[in-house]
Structure formats: structure tokens, C-alpha cells
């Protein structure tokens, strides 16, 4: 069964700051991995999306990678802002039933002080 | 588009009363999934629907039943609720052309049994 965990469960940093929040899974055998931003009693919004063939995405400030073979991927913020602070979720996307499932780590609240 | 809508917002339960959780979606996605998530952890799969007139269970489908009563519409119901249900739940959907997609995400129904 896949297991998806993410370290640190909050980080709290001052603005400006570059940081990195972690991603780990316990089965390699996937299609994708996801990194989603989720605002207080908000949706989750898709940020970054790397196919298992690639190595990293990017997004203006923000870079994800995705090491299969070791099962991690890190988010990169670059320059981090007070609108930045949110809960970040990384899911991992394998096969099941022929469709593109998600399993989901338990997420990093960030909090970016002015 | 409006996108994955939800209804209601919010809702409060007594244990044992019945309700039926809402989603519909206007982009024509093949795919229908309603995941739960509770305080400090992530996302987990209630049932999904990968096309219209299948349902599946997912990682924690007990006590809930689910409809995909058109392409648009997939409803969650709970038969006879129970303070461990008390969530967030979200619906989700995806195109299903291929798995390199992401899936797109409501805004969440807050829902209370007491």
C-alpha cells in the first residue's frame, strides 16, 4: 500500500526566506506526483505536476522535483511572500483499476511572517 | 465554467439522520471521485467513479454510499451518520484522456454530526 509523508508538518519563516518542503513515498511504481496548495477552508489547487519520466517542474518561484529510485520529491519556494502561507499537500498518482489514482500526504502548513 | 461545485457548504447532523452530499461538474470530465479529510491529515479516496455508470470503493468507503447519476453528477450519501464522520469532504474530477492529468478539486462541504 502506498504511503505518502511529508516533513516538516508546519514551518514558520520570515519573509524572503528560500525553503524547502519534503515529500517521501514508500512505493515507486507511480504515474505522477502532485504538489497541491490548499488556502483555510479552501479547495485544493493543483501547483506543480511531474510525470514519473521527469526529474522537476517549475512554476515561477516554486520548483518541484521527483527522485523515483529513492521515492522523494521537494518543493522549492524561492523568495517566499505572506501570500505563500498555506498548507501544502504532495500526492502521489499510481495505477489502480486502470485510472490515475491519488494518495495523499498529510501536509506542511507554512507561514510566511512580514 | 463553474467548474466542481459542491452542496451545501456546511452542514450540522445529529447521529443516525441521513443526508446526501452534492457534486456536479461542467467540464465534461469522465472521472468522479469524493475523498474526506480530517484535522492534520490528508486526503483519503471514499469511492470514485471512473466513468459514467461505475462506481468503485475506495480507501475508507464504509458507511458511505455514492450515485454517479449522470456525467455532470456524483453524490455521496450517509445512511446513518456518525460523530466519526464528522469532515471535510471534497469532490474531485479529471478528464481521464490519460493519467498524466490532474484532478480538479470543489471547495469542500464542512459537515458536523453530533
Known amino acids: 500500500k502506498q504511503e505518502v509523508t511529508q516533513i516538516p508538518a508546519a514551518l514558520s519563516v520570515p519573509e524572503g526566506e528560500n525553503l524547502v518542503l519534503n515529500c517521501s513515498f514508500t512505493?515507486?511504481?507511480?504515474?505522477?506526483l502532485q504538489w497541491f496548495r490548499q488556502d483555510p477552508g479552501k479547495g485544493l489547487t493543483s501547483l506543480l505536476l511531474?510525470?514519473?519520466?521527469?526529474r522537476e517542474q517549475t512554476s515561477g518561484r516554486l520548483n518541484a522535483s521527483l527522485d523515483k529510485s529513492s521515492g522523494r520529491s521537494t518543493l522549492y519556494i524561492a523568495a517566499s511572500q505572506p501570500g505563500d502561507s498555506a498548507t501544502y499537500l504532495c500526492?502521489?498518482?499510481?495505477?489502480?483499476?486502470?485510472?490515475?489514482?491519488?494518495?495523499f500526504g498529510g501536509g506542511t502548513r507554512l507561514m510566511v511572517k512580514p | 465554467n463553474a467548474g466542481v461545485t459542491q452542496t451545501p457548504k456546511f452542514q450540522v447532523l445529529k447521529t443516525g439522520q441521513s443526508m446526501t452530499l452534492q457534486c456536479a461538474q461542467d467540464?465534461?470530465?469522465?472521472?468522479m471521485y469524493w475523498y474526506r479529510q480530517d484535522p492534520g491529515m490528508g486526503l483519503r479516496l471514499i469511492y470514485y467513479s471512473a466513468s459514467e455508470g461505475t462506481t468503485d470503493k475506495g480507501e475508507v468507503p464504509n458507511g458511505y454510499n455514492v450515485s454517479r447519476l449522470n456525467k455532470r453528477e456524483f453524490s455521496l450519501r450517509l445512511e446513518s451518520a456518525a460523530p466519526s464522520q464528522t469532515s471535510v469532504y471534497f469532490c474531485?474530477?479529471?478528464?481521464?484522456?490519460?493519467?498524466?492529468?490532474?484532478?480538479?478539486f470543489g471547495p469542500g462541504t464542512r459537515l458536523l454530526v453530533l
Open positions: 500526492a502521489v498518482g499510481a495505477p489502480r483499476n486502470a485510472g490515475n489514482m491519488l494518495t
Open positions: 512505493d515507486s511504481a507511480i504515474y505522477n
Open positions: 467540464m465534461n470530465h469522465n472521472s
Open positions: 474531485a474530477s479529471r478528464p481521464a484522456r490519460g493519467v498524466w492529468e490532474t484532478q480538479y
Open positions: 511531474i510525470q514519473s519520466s521527469q
